[in-house]
């Protein structure tokens, strides 16, 4: 298990992008204490939220067979 987890660090340092921003503290706080619950990293916790908010944003978009 361990040499997967490793595995996919790797490949995730690979492939993923970096972007430095700046966050007003109690939404530092917050995403701290987001990612501790729900035992992923912070930057885990912050790409699980955009994801589901891309994913929410995309079902209330007008699909090209309505227009």
Do not use: C, G, Y
């Not at 987890?5 to 492939?15: D, G, P, S, V």
């Not at 972007?19 to 501790?36: G, H």
């Not at 619950?37 to 090209?64: G, M, T």
Request: net charge neutral; no cysteine; aromatic share 2%.
């Amino acid at each position: 298990m361990i040499k997967q987890k490793e595995a996919n660090m790797a490949l995730t340092a690979q492939t993923d992008h970096q972007m430095r921003i700046r966050l007003p503290a109690d939404v530092k706080e917050w995403i701290a204490m987001e990612a501790e619950r729900n035992e992923r990293s912070q930057n885990a916790e912050i790409v699980f939220r955009l994801k589901q908010s891309r994913e929410a944003q995309s079902e209330k978009a007008p699909s090209a067979e309505n227009t």
